[in-house]
């Protein structure tokens, strides 16, 4: 029989009242941009996605993730974007605090360096905010979204027919 795995990533994710705002931000973009709303409760930042990773390892990888050490520091969702290749309508900032820069290198250099590196292209802060997206210019942000961020999350995602259920797997404060 195959090796069980679990399909995993680190992600920053919003406590509720910043979900709600979030959310309506969605709402906003939405009347422009169309396509589906992330739901309230999915909405979140990936930091990076390792994908299936054998369950045996998961001791391993929690222990490595607990060592890392990162201060607090805020995100402040100034603007909105599309891509063209997904059809998403995203949440980034228009200058990213080096502290959230440094946590996900941090991230993806220790993880490769156990065998379990990121997928994916450079990372680019972002939250999903809309999926299959049908109108290409997002409009401006009208009051940014500040996020005092303090702390950081493993994440494993099951993929279902209805779309992706997330489950907390670990969390750890930031400095
Ligand atoms: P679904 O795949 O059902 O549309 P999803 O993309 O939200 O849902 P996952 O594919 O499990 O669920 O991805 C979890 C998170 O990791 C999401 O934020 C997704 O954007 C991100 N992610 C997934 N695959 C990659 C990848 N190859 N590179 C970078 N980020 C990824
Ligand atoms: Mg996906």
Redesign the pocket.
């Known amino acids: 029989m195959a090796e069980e795995s679990r399909?995993l990533?680190v992600a920053l994710w919003p406590g509720p009242a910043l979900a709600d705002r979030l959310h309506d931000l969605a709402g906003e973009a939405h009347r422009d941009c169309g396509g589906r709303r992330m739901r309230r409760e999915t909405l979140?930042l990936?930091l990076a996605?390792i994908g299936a990773v054998p369950a045996d390892r998961l001791p391993e990888l929690l222990a490595l993730l607990g060592q890392l050490r990162a201060p607090r520091f805020q995100v402040q969702l100034n603007s909105l974007g599309y891509w063209p290749h997904n059809h998403i309508v995203w949440a980034g900032c228009a200058e990213p605090p080096p502290a959230l820069l440094q946590l996900a290198a941090d991230i993806r250099r220790q993880t490769a360096a156990i065998g379990l590196p990121a997928?994916?292209p450079a990372f680019v802060p972002h939250m999903?905010l809309l999926r299959k997206a049908t109108a290409t210019c997002t409009p401006p942000v009208a009051e940014p979204v500040v996020w005092d961020v303090v702390e950081w999350v493993l994440v494993e995602?099951c993929?279902t027919p209805h779309?992706?259920d997330y489950h907390r797997v670990a969390g750890w404060a930031l400095d």
């Open positions: 399909r990533f979140h990936t996605f997928s994916g999903t995602s993929l779309g992706a």
